[in-house]
């Protein structure tokens, strides 16, 4: 299993993707450059996770690190600008680019891996309900 977010997803490219400049205040930059962190982590465990972790590379593969630099900066970006989502009402699914660029990499990963490669194997792990 990966244990760190692939070298195509950076702090920098996170914080170009969200429009954030350094203010030129290092107590602040500092804050958010570990909120950022945070949410850049997440976001890639995440994805990672939901897409598998058991070929060697395949996050870094010329194939996949396109998408998965646009899936991990999406939900990173929603992480940092939505810290807290709790609801108890209905929920609905807000993030349709991870959901469709997560089912692209599981094609992509099942071919890798010697699978099936329609990349269905189960929209809920990022929807967060059933089909």
């Known amino acids: 299993m990966a244990d760190e977010t692939p070298n195509t997803v950076t702090i920098d490219g996170l914080k170009r993707s969200l429009r954030i400049i350094d203010t030129g205040n290092t107590t602040i930059d500092t804050q958010t450059n570990a909120i950022l962190t945070g949410c850049l982590n997440a976001a890639g465990q995440y994805v990672q996770n939901a897409v598998g972790t058991d070929v060697d590379g395949f996050f870094d593969g010329d194939k996949v ?9 999406a939900l990173a970006a929603t ?31 099942a071919v890798q891996s010697g699978g099936d ?9 990022t929807t967060g309900h059933s089909d």
Do not use: F, H, M
């Open 79 to 109: 992480y940092y600008q939505n810290p807290a989502s709790i609801s108890t009402g209905q929920t609905y699914d807000v993030n349709p680019v991870l959901n469709s660029i997560v089912g692209q990499l599981r094609g992509e990963y």
């Open 117 to 125: 490669d329609d990349g269905a194997t189960s929209q809920s792990s």
């Open 65 to 73: 690190k396109e998408l998965y630099a646009i899936a991990v900066y």
